[in-house]
């Protein structure tokens, strides 16, 4: 795997040109893609996740797989 940083051009058309290493041989590769915007990360809002409260664990319960899902072990 190589990792590659360099810089894209986007035109109005959302139509990508990117500049890629000489030494980099043609063919077909899998590519993954970030996109680091404008807006820099801080300046967005936090992530928040709601937690639900529901009270203590039953008494003698041990999340076996058996007490989750019977007998048959499903």
């Known amino acids: 795997m190589t990792t590659i ?15 890629l290493p000489s030494d980099l041989k043609a063919g077909s590769y899998r590519a993954v893609l970030v996109i ?3 807006e ?3 300046a ?5 996740f709601s ?16 007490e989750i899902y019977g007998d048959d072990g499903r």
Do not use: C, M, S, Y
């Open 5 to 19: 940083e360099t810089t894209i051009q986007v035109d109005d058309e959302g139509k990508a040109t990117i500049r």
């Open 44 to 48: 967005r809002p936090p992530l928040t």
């Open 51 to 66: 937690a639900h409260d529901v009270g203590p664990w039953p008494g003698g319960f041990t999340a076996r797989r058996e």
């Open 36 to 38: 680091n915007g404008p």
């Open 40 to 42: 820099p990360l801080a």
